[in-house]
């Protein structure tokens, strides 16, 4: 692979430098300040060293001396194979970098937004390099959680999502694939339909903020970072997903109703995709030696949590 | 602390058992049929043995010889000095059970109940005791997830709900208080917005359902053990969880107006509520530290999950 460009030193660009520099690629960072060039290397290694565990066998010394910063944006990206931008959420900025990249990057570079609510259609459409723009939207901060979402716009060439796919799961992330541009994509739509409740919850006053807080942090969150939430359920009925809808599917619906939502949620369709999914990955036979995975894995979790602390 | 009587020996009850006895105290379990009494030992013992890391110094056979099993429902709660019911969601079944118990708890003891749905108002406000009923929902199973929704009824004594308390901590959960008797309580709802946001992804055809499993479980779920969703927006805006919703809330009204929901919900005084629930935590200049507390939380998670290996 040739050389990653990150345009934008904040807080994602630097994480983004990190996953490239361990993973063992030549990272080129672009900070638009001269004072952000210089400061933010110490921010990396410090980052770097918290998230050693992460990849043990790539000590911090080896991340830093694959990463350059530079405040010129045209050589930086002159030999890039791969460019990630991670400036601010300004549609207006990304509409000016885009427009400016589209005659500095190589012929066969592609171009990723790292943007958490812009599709690439917004800033990228009348561009001659659109073909190779798409979005790759990273859960904050990237170096510590690898899902990623990757956002095409109706432009972008099916080469530049597989090009995109394939450096992703070089550096170790998690690439998911987004069909549809729509506002928030989908981690901060899951995430903002859960904040929703919670916030009408302490509106509400049936429960202090904290609390609401515990009601995760002590509750299925101890379960969602080894099964996600479909896969939580699927082990919590004896016929696992479908029938643990059968048996609850009418609390979401009352709850969706409750709230104002468009019902039924719970469609034979939704069940029947759902069933087929649960069941590619494992078979209700093999159900209860999963639960004991899980369980371990859990126990494990809160005994590390112990072993850290309170925060 | 007297007895703890538990009826019903289905995985709820078995899991109280293992959360009781591994604090110390001396446990009855009360099954309904003789074969599950036989069973439910082996299917606890390797419960425990699984949650080992979580209580390292009781091992499995201390757990065990503070367990007894029984068929005889007057017998098993008649020393008992809080009872704890895990019977099948069936309100008349609970109806039933709880007027029995009327007759046959101590003068003193506290009578909870694990049910998911059901107000305790539902089925005990015509009892003589009922204002030692209570409503002691765990997130299943409890003796790996330590959260506890506690919700009285309102004729439910403050002293009821302070005993709840205080044994719920002594054995090692972390309760919560519920104001208001509604459908799910809290938890529920928090899981099933979530769960309604991600059915309707996959509906819509925006993404596949095992890829929106990803989401969480290589997304926010790495941060959620360690910090409630709250907690994590926090510590996502350099003046905190305020500084965030005036950043971003517009994105969570969007998705509410969208799906049809009642705006707004990011009003001035959840946004107060939230920063002072928050700052009473963790003051602003502290945070930085807290972001680095959490970072190196989430890299030993992500090494721990590589341990051990793919489910």
Known sequence: MAQIAIIGAGIIGRSWAIVCAR???SVRLVARRKEAAESCLTAIAEAADRALPIAPDCSVSMVMERISVSTDLADSVAKAGFVIEAIGEDLSEKQKLFTALDHLVPHDAVVSSS???FGVSRFAS???TRSRCIVAHPAAPPHLIPVT???P???TSLETVEVTFELMKAIGQVPVLVRKEQPGFVLNRLQGALLIEM????SEGVMDAEDVDRLIADGFGLRWPFLGPFAGIDCNAPG???DYLKRYGFMFEDLARERGMETPVVTQAVVAELHDAMRSVVSLADLPDRIAARDRRMAALRALRKDFGPF
């Open 23 to 25: 993973a063992g690629l």
């Open 115 to 117: 943007t958490s609510s």
């Open 126 to 128: 009348e561009l001659t």
């Open 149 to 151: 979402e990757i956002v």
């Open 153 to 155: 716009a109706p432009f």
């Open 199 to 202: 916030m009408r919850t302490v």
């Open 240 to 242: 696992g997903i479908s």
